[in-house]
């Protein structure tokens, strides 16, 4: 009998649900897991609890029902200090990040607070910023910087720290296409366990393995990502569009947006196929002769 070893699961959420102190109910028995360096893709329409389930899986919001258990540690009161080492988040909106005078101390916020001796400190730093594309930046205000910018240090002030797991709230929503591609190429050179909550499904589509699908505070769907996110069906009966290129493409699209194709790259792909298909009729053909 062959004894297949089961990945290590990072992330694994039980029976967990919440209702906020104003007696809004956000999440409701929700229940997954995630394996060690898996990149999974969580969506779901606005209110359906996405950003209230990332902001549990750091302590920021303390689970009162369920269990939440990170790297085999179940999270609570007196290991949640530790656990935010080991996850880290980046909020939708930078304001919520940011709040140093430089650009430099808001990314080496989190490596001192480790307590990492200052020249560590000064190297983290610089690759955080180098991995976003915006070395050099260290003396600026961050309050000066542009929307896309501002999101870019919110993603090196995570960095920084190095965290196993990575929790992103919309890293692609309001960036213009250089921002919103360099982004993506950014978390695609991570090797850290991601969850991305986000309404950018081709860009979950390139980048993730997973997905989860939530409505009113539960999850209605979990899955493969192409699978998830190209049931145009399960989409639009929770609130959600297809993006158009799978409504043009079909099953293409995946292909296309994965290997980032443009119009020029998918014409040479199915040109191949059909080479490919052709040739195999005339051997099929031959054999028969
Ligand atoms: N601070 C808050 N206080 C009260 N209700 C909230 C708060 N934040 C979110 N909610 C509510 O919780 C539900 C889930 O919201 P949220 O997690 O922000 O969803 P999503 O991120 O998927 O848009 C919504 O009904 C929302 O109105
Ligand atoms: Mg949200």
Do not use: W
């Not at 080496?108 to 983290?124: L, Y």
């Not at 921002?179 to 986000?198: N, P, Q, V, Y």
């Not at 393995?209 to 769907?221: H, N, P, S, T």
């Amino acid at each position: 009998m062959i004894l297949m070893a089961s990945k290590k699961k990072d992330v694994v959420v039980k029976n967990l649900s919440y209702i906020y102190p104003d007696d809004t109910p956000a999440l409701h028995d929700v229940c997954f897991e995630i394996s060690k360096g898996e990149t999974v893709a969580l969506v779901g329409q606005n209110g359906a609890g996405k950003s209230t389930l990332l902001l549990h899986l750091n302590g920021v919001i303390e689970n009162e029902n369920g269990c939440i258990t990170i790297a085999g540690i179940a999270l609570n009161k007196k290991n949640v200090r530790d656990i935010r080492k080991k996850v880290g988040v980046v909020f939708q909106d930078p304001d919520d990040q940011l709040f140093m005078s430089t650009v430099f101390d808001d990314v080496a916020f989190g490596p001192i607070n480790m307590g990492f001796s200052e020249e560590k400190v000064k190297k983290r730093v610089h690759i955080a910023l180098q991995k976003v594309g915006l070395a050099g930046f260290e003396e600026r205000c961050p309050h000066h910087l542009s929307f896309g910018e501002k999101k870019r240090i919110s993603v090196a002030t995570v960095l920084s720290m190095k965290p196993d797991i990575l929790l992103l709230d919309e890293p692609t929503s309001n960036l213009d296409p250089g921002g919103r591609r360099r982004i993506i190429e950014t978390l695609k050179t991570l090797k850290s366990t991601k969850i991305i909550a986000s309404h950018d499904i081709e860009m979950l589509l390139e980048i993730c393995d997973k997905a989860i699908l939530m409505d009113k505070g539960r999850v209605v769907g979990t899955g493969k990502a192409e699978d998830i996110l190209t049931n145009v069906e399960l989409l639009n009966s929770h609130g959600l569009e297809e993006p158009t290129v799978i409504t043009l493409l079909g099953d293409d699209a995946v292909f296309m947006i994965r290997n980032n194709f443009d119009s020029h790259g998918i014409k040479k792909h199915r040109e191949k196929i059909k080479k490919a298909t052709s040739e195999a009729e005339e051997k099929k053909i031959l054999s028969h002769v």
